[in-house]
């Protein structure tokens, strides 16, 4: 990074050769892809621009675009820093969907086989419970109905799950 003395430059053209070399700098920074490079250049550039004189504004403004050029640099490799976490975070976000849906997909799946053995057991009770009364000498018909009944509609339930 160039050391102007500001205090030394007295003609437009000192200032001209003064705004050359931080020119040069911030075109090396950028090519660097510096960082603390650009930021130096930038200060450099609002230092020239404080303290060149009024008879030199024309040279301001080139100051003035070139700090915007190294915002727009720095702003660029920001935008793609987050850029990239933005992917990062898409791809833990699918990976924490994918293992919520199974977490999901498995607690159902063991709701289901509880719900089916609980069918299970109440179908097996029924069938005993029919089986005993049709062993009476005379079985309640009532009796046999209701159980047919319920033992239709655990089968229907077994079907559905």
Do not use: C, H, Y
């Not at 987050?82 to 607690?107: C, G, Y």
Request: no cysteine; net charge negative; aromatic share 4%.
């Amino acid at each position: 990074m160039a050391k102007i003395n500001f205090d030394l430059l007295v003609t437009i053209a000192d200032w001209a050769g003064a705004l050359q070399q931080l020119l040069d700098d911030a075109k090396a920074a950028i090519q660097a892809n510096d960082q603390q490079a650009k930021l130096d250049a930038q200060t450099a550039l609002r230092s020239f621009i404080k303290q060149s004189p009024v008879e030199a504004e024309f040279l301001d403004n080139i100051a003035l675009g070139a700090i915007n050029d190294l915002f727009i640099s720095v702003a660029s490799t920001a935008l793609a820093a987050i850029a990239s976490r933005n992917a990062e975070l898409q791809k833990a976000t699918k990976s924490l969907s994918d293992v919520t849906a199974k977490a999901e997909k498995d607690a159902k799946s063991i709701q289901f086989e509880k719900v089916i053995s609980a069918m299970d057991k109440a179908k097996s009770a029924a069938e005993a419970l029919k089986a005993l009364e049709n062993s009476l000498a005379q079985p309640d018909q009532n009796l046999l109905s209701k159980i047919k009944s319920v033992l239709d509609a655990i089968d229907a339930l077994t079907k559905l799950a």
